[in-house]
């Protein structure tokens, strides 16, 4: 007998079972259904809605379920639908029919919307702390990597020489507004549907501040249709994750590219690679190629649930049944590319020598002798001209810029005078970039004394939750 079948004459049809069903996924949302039980049943208590005796047994039983499924041993059936129907029933099968009084002033409705938020809020503080961690790998290879020179591209041609650490920040601050973001959505994700029930409130004199407040939540929902309805939430975690994967897909994309043997530039620890199991001389960049194309499924599943939500009346729906998998796949996705990354990054051997060798080899100081030109009051405009014409020059010869006489220099300015070749080897090339937020060395080590600051205030954010969350799982 279904937990609903009262009003009911014939079984459901079984296709109808196995289709509408969402215990084989949802089942990930067990301890925290548990937890947001615990919290109801302490609260009947309290308001006097089942008797003390009641409320105590019933807790008991939940905890004897909790370990039952964790261990395996709870057999979770089809049948009961989904993993609040499923807990129910166990519940009932361990204390007999006092469990009943468990769902007295809730309803799914209110139960799935909170279990969800309790899960990404766990969720939230996880990925924040991976992606702490592939920012420090990151912050690593900027400190060890100062005086490395590499071109900067723009065009994926070859632009201006910059810091390799430079290069390294410019990721480590794309990571800092992912984690501003996470932390932001947090806000809207720790709130509390309960008390919601289906959709219109509830007629039993409940505490919905109290259920709140004992699962750590900042506040309560403040519409009993927009509680049950809002999964917006959901759309906001996986835009940010899709954020996330982005940046993380540019990343991988360098470090294919750098670690080719067009580019040469780093060297991916063998910890981090594949073979081919046809070609012996491989060593391919598997982990930064899956992490990118990875980036698709993350994209799906935004795109998923914002058609999912389109023209859906208020209030529960059953199609927002599709609001789990596509969330559980990115938390998971997420957390498998992150903990990855962050390795990845701080065994990466940085093959400065090349970089060095790709700046000297190119006209990427090219600006600089305009600059130099402007500096003795030759308009920028003419300057580009004769600097073009250097150029020309240059590669007709088969030469740089630094393997230019002095005289050959004046046959085309004679403002050129021999200080030129101090300003335009690569080093002063970077330095001469000396304003905030430039490639100058200094300024690369102001940037890397910023991000410590954010590094701590990120740490006291993910400290207090994660301590908030821990003490909520051991109250239980
Ligand atoms: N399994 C359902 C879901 O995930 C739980 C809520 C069901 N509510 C209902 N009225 N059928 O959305």
């Not at 069903?21 to 615990?38: E, H, N, Y």
């Not at 632009?159 to 501003?180: K, N, T």
């Not at 208020?314 to 789990?324: G, P, R, S, T, V």
């Amino acid at each position: 007998m279904k937990l609903w079948g009262g009003r009911f004459t014939k079984p459901t049809n079984e296709l109808v079972d196995e289709y509408t069903a969402s215990i084989r996924f949802d089942q990930k949302l067990a301890q925290f259904d548990i937890q947001g039980s615990l919290a109801h049943v302490d609260m009947l208590a309290k308001c006097k809605i089942i008797p003390e005796n009641d409320a105590i047994k019933i807790a008991e039983g939940l905890k004897i379920v909790a370990d039952k499924i964790k261990s395996g041993e709870a057999e979770l059936t089809e049948a009961n639908e989904d993993i609040h129907m499923n807990i129910e029933k166990l519940l009932i099968d361990e204390i007999g029919p006092v469990g009943g009084k468990l769902h007295t002033g809730r309803s799914r409705n209110d139960q799935v919307a909170l279990d969800m938020r309790l899960y990404l809020r766990e969720a939230l503080v996880t990925i924040s702390q991976l992606l702490v961690d592939v920012q420090q790998s990151l912050y690593n290879q900027a400190k060890q990597n100062l005086d490395t020179v590499l071109p900067g591209y723009t065009h994926l041609q070859r632009a201006q020489p910059v810091l390799f650490a430079h290069h390294m920040m410019a990721y480590v601050f794309m990571f800092q507004r992912d984690v501003e973001r996470l932390a932001d959505s947090f806000k809207r994700v720790n709130q509390s549907p309960l008390g919601a029930g289906a959709l219109a409130g509830t007629s039993f004199p409940i505490d919905r501040h109290y259920v709140a407040e004992k699962l750590n939540f900042d506040g309560i929902c403040e519409n009993s249709l927009d509680a049950v309805s809002d999964r917006d939430f959901v759309v906001e975690f996986l835009s940010n994750a899709s954020l996330v994967s982005m940046h993380l897909s540019r990343l991988c994309e360098e470090l294919v590219q750098w670690s080719s043997a067009e580019f040469n530039f780093v060297e991916l620890d063998d910890a981090f690679c594949t073979g081919s199991s046809m070609m012996p001389q491989k060593k391919n960049p598997d982990v930064a190629e899956l992490v990118r194309g990875k980036t698709g499924r993350v994209y799906g599943h935004l795109i998923g649930m914002l058609t999912t939500l389109k023209g859906l009346p208020l209030a529960y729906n059953k199609d927002m049944q599709e609001d789990k998998e596509g969330m559980f796949d990115t938390v998971e996705t997420l957390k498998g590319a992150l903990a990855l990354f962050a390795p990845m990054i701080e065994t990466m051997d940085v093959k400065k020598e090349n970089m060095y060798e790709a700046v000297a080899k190119d006209y990427s100081n090219a600006t600089d002798l305009a600059d130099y030109l402007v500096g003795k009051d030759l308009p920028f405009r003419e300057a580009h001209a004769v600097v073009g014409q250097v150029v020309l020059h240059c590669i007709n010869e088969n030469k740089y810029l630094l393997d230019l006489s002095i005289e050959e220099f004046q046959q085309f300015s004679s403002l050129i005078e021999t200080d030129i070749y101090d300003v335009l080897s690569p080093k002063a090339v970077v330095n001469a970039r000396n304003v905030a937020g430039g490639t100058a060395k200094n300024r690369v080590e102001d940037q890397i004394a910023k991000a410590e600051q954010l590094f701590e205030s990120s740490a006291d954010w993910i400290e207090k939750h994660a301590k908030q969350i821990e003490a909520m799982s051991t109250h239980q």
